[in-house]
């Protein structure tokens, strides 16, 4: 009888494996069973990346228009306005709690 078993076992600890790894391909991070929410964070992560991009080039804009090559006068009096807190007398201030 155990020698039976004996020659099996080598058998049997190979098909644990097997089952051990396939277990983990279908269930584990990356696994066969995950393969829509890996596609709906890649759909996620791809609009948060327009957006960011779409972001950076307002951003890239609006630094171009501060350079002292191409300075706009309404946006140096926009932000100098905001850094310092004053506005002209004509304006309307509108307070907004942050």
Known sequence: MLQVLRTYWTTAALGLLIVYF???ALTGDRGILLTGERDQA????????ATLSLRRTELET???????ESISA????ERA???????DPRDYVIRVRP
């Open 22 to 24: 396939g277990f983990h």
């Open 42 to 49: 890649l759909v996620d992560r791809q609009a948060e990346l």
């Open 62 to 68: 609006r630094a171009h228009l501060l350079r002292d």
């Open 74 to 77: 309404d946006l140096l009096d």
């Open 81 to 87: 306005r905001a850094l310092l807190g004053f506005t």
